[in-house]
């Protein structure tokens, strides 16, 4: 496993700035988990980190040659 590298900053306000603008145009859809996570992933370093890790967990822990379908 490497190490985490965070997104530039940029890139993180870019994305910060459409999930602002998602929900002033929403307000119904506002609060769903999938909005709230974005603006938290957005707004945390700790978040941006342990999703990352979640990722790399996830890939290893996926074997070649093995028939998951049995």
Same mark, same amino acid.
Not at 5 to 10: L, S, T, V, W
């Given at each position: 496993?490497? @190490?985490? +590298?965070?997104?530039? @900053?940029? +890139?993180?306000?870019e994305q910060l700035d459409r999930v602002k603008a998602f929900k002033a145009e929403n307000p119904k859809l506002a609060n769903l988990t999938k909005i709230l996570a974005w603006e938290k992933w957005c707004t945390d370093y700790d978040y941006r980190k342990r999703e990352w890790e979640f990722r790399q967990a996830v890939a290893a822990s996926i074997k070649p040659n093995v028939n998951y379908l049995k």
């Open positions: 496993m490497s @190490q985490f +590298k965070d997104y530039p @900053q940029e +890139k993180i306000q």
